[in-house]
């Protein structure tokens, strides 16, 4: 089972998870940047935290025979702190970098003004640099922020085609589905979707445009969530093809709007003994 | 490597995108940029997906080359770059700073544990104008990250006769035996460079 996670924050996961990921047939993901759960106070924390997506965590993703990609944004958390919003300015001298996919992520935190600012602003950065954007869906009155997201999208120049919104759920996914973006589905222990909700979702639903990710993070999480999906597929009676669509060619065909894909990450190498790259150096 | 061997190796596309690349930095080099962004420094971000990973190195030290960048330049680069662009700045140093000024960017590279970064920072710029502290840390660094010691420009000529860097290897070669660990073949290769093996 080939699998591609396109929402997890490896940042904050361990390289035992990299290995888990590889050995559960994770080869390809991609890393929203997003809310650290410590504010940041300054636009330089948000640029160190952009170069380490573009440079070290695709390095340490590449040990393990993963692909790494990212898509950059001001969260919406962030974008309420004035001193965090002239990120948005900068934005553009990263957007152009080979490892960013899309914009994101985006959305609605607690549906403010700041945030109605940042969203139409990134969506139109996301349709100047010919890249898709990954909008997610507020945790707090999900259906009515789903409603705003699409209006937003609907006004701006970027067609609801090149756009991911994410966190859907049992409510959601029928809106969703009818504005023509991608469907993302987080799956997550103990709370919102579980593997079997999911399943019951494409049984409805259909495999079409659908995505489903880990989102797994510095919270309590799970980054083997996509392969528990593939394995309840097939044991609900879901062809190999349908996992293979929905694990693999759907996130890649999302993505691969950006034309900025590269899948091609050599199988990590047996390490030379005593090779302290996996330690981190010294 | 020249434009000819880079052509060898991309498709026409690739080949239509450099050539539009390489006539915008040949502009800027005639004429300072003026623009917030030239849009040469656009197509050095992009050349990895433009002309594939494999040739990104040839294709941005070439793009730096026919701009000329100065050592500003090579600085903001290496700076605003995502791993690969820090890469291929290292790598252009030799052929554009001939002094010492761009030593930070090369020290910066050294203090990652990027071993792609690494790697391109002990070239022939890091020989010519690292200090011996510092360059006996390079060495050492590479032997921690598994960095091949055949990266490490002009090695034979600065290890010999120091003797500082024998003893370092000497002493980093017993502490891997004391935890019961092997001792890497490049930690022998460099300490016969140096001709003080005991
Ligand atoms: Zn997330």
């Known amino acids: ?282 | 490597m020249n434009r000819e061997s880079i052509d060898g190796r991309l498709d026409s596309a690739a080949v239509a995108w450099l050539d539009q690349a390489l006539a915008e930095a040949a502009e800027a080099a005639d004429e300072p940029d003026n623009v917030a962004v030239p849009r040469w420094q656009l197509r050095f971000a992009a050349a990895g997906r433009h002309c594939g990973q494999e040739n990104a190195d040839a294709v941005r030290t070439l793009l730096l080359r026919r701009a000329a960048a100065d050592v500003g330049t090579l600085t903001r680069l290496y700076q605003q770059g995502a791993a690969a662009e820090r890469r291929a700045v290292l790598l252009a140093l030799p052929d554009l700073v001939p002094g010492p000024e761009a030593l930070p960017l090369v020290e910066d590279a050294l203090r990652t544990n990027d071993t792609r970064l690494v790697e391109a920072a002990v070239g022939p710029y890091a020989a010519g104008h690292l200090d011996p502290h510092a360059w006996r840390h390079a060495v050492l660094k590479c032997l921690f990250t598994g960095v091949p010691v055949a990266a490490v420009a002009d090695a034979e000529r600065r290890a010999h006769g120091d003797a500082e860097l024998a003893r370092m290897l000497a002493d980093y070669a017993s502490e891997r035996t004391a935890a019961g660990r092997s001792v890497p073949a490049d930690l022998h290769r460099v300490l016969i460079m140096t001709g003080e093996e005991s």
């Open chain 1, 1 to 282: 089972m080939r699998i591609f996670d396109p929402h997890i924050h490896m940042t904050s996961r361990t390289t035992d998870d990299y290995q888990a990921m590889y050995a559960s047939g994770v080869r390809a993901l991609v890393e929203p940047s997003f809310w650290l759960g410590q504010p940041r106070t300054s636009p330089a924390s948000f640029f160190d935290y952009f170069d380490a997506l573009l440079g070290w965590e695709p390095f340490r993703a590449a040990q393990y025979g993963i692909a790494h990609h990212c898509t950059l944004a001001l969260n919406p958390k962030e974008a309420n702190d004035p001193r965090c919003t002239p990120v948005l300015e900068e934005l553009p001298r990263y957007l152009v970098k080979d490892g960013v996919v899309a914009v994101g992520e985006i959305g609605y935190d607690s549906m403010t003004p700041a945030e109605d600012v940042a969203l139409a602003t990134q969506l139109q950065l996301a349709a100047e640099y010919a890249l898709p954007a990954m909008v997610h869906t507020p945790h707090r009155d999900k259906l009515a922020g789903l409603r705003r997201t699409i209006d937003v999208v609907a006004e701006s120049n970027l067609d609801p085609e090149h756009v991911l919104l994410d966190h859907l759920n049992e409510t959601t996914v029928k809106v969703a589905a009818d504005s023509g973006s991608w469907l993302g589905f987080s799956i997550y222990p103990d709370t919102k979707m579980d593997e079997d909700r999911m399943v019951s979702v494409l049984r409805s639903h259909g495999t079409d445009r659908v995505l489903v990710n880990s989102a797994a993070d510095w919270g309590k999480s799970d980054p083997l969530k996509t392969r528990k999906v593939g394995d309840a597929m097939l044991a609900a009676g879901f062809s190999e093809d349908d996992v293979d669509k929905v694990l693999w060619r759907n996130p890649v065909a999302f993505y691969g709007l950006s034309g900025r894909l590269q899948l091609d990450v050599p199988a990590p190498e047996a390490l030379h003994e005593g090779n302290s790259i996996l330690r981190g150096g010294e």
